[in-house]
């Protein structure tokens, strides 16, 4: 296995990444979610979303074929100084391998100029929200129901320790997205 990580460039790419989205949705997600939510979340609903967003991503490939991605952040005026970790899939023959852990890496190293980074996940998700624990995030007690979806998210931060001024302007230059 030649797992390499780089950023997303190519529609072939793109395209990878809508099918992990669509495949890792229909793999975790039974049980979790609304069935006729989870019906709506084609790979047609995906190739738009990874089209309309193709920055602030990193691509997981093995041997050229996408087999996971995060992708990542900045709240903006909500949150000037919390990074988030918007999404991170893999799909599941890669799961134990520490593709995840890599992925969870290279987005967290793209946010390093935030003192605080965030993530939301299904609360009844307990695989993703061990392996968040795993990463150093913890539940903050902020939660979301989603009608549609019919099922709760959970938010989970992940506070890193101050930086001294030399190394907060050098992450604030190159960390930044």
Sequence with gaps: MGVIL???ETEEEIRGK???HWRAWHEAYPGLISPAFLDGWTLEKCERIAF???QQLIIAADEGRVIGFVGYGDRGRE?????????LYVLSAYYGKGVGRRLMEAGLAQLK??????LWVLKENSRAIRFYRKCGFRPD???LFSPRAGASEIRMRLQRPPQRAGEREAAGREGRP
């Design 141 to 143: 007690g902020e939660e």
């Design 6 to 8: 780089k950023a997303m």
């Design 79 to 87: 949150a000037p100084d919390t990074g988030e970790i918007f999404a």
């Design 18 to 20: 809508a099918y992990v």
């Design 113 to 118: 100029g935030y003192p605080e980074v965030c």
């Design 52 to 54: 309309a967003r193709t």
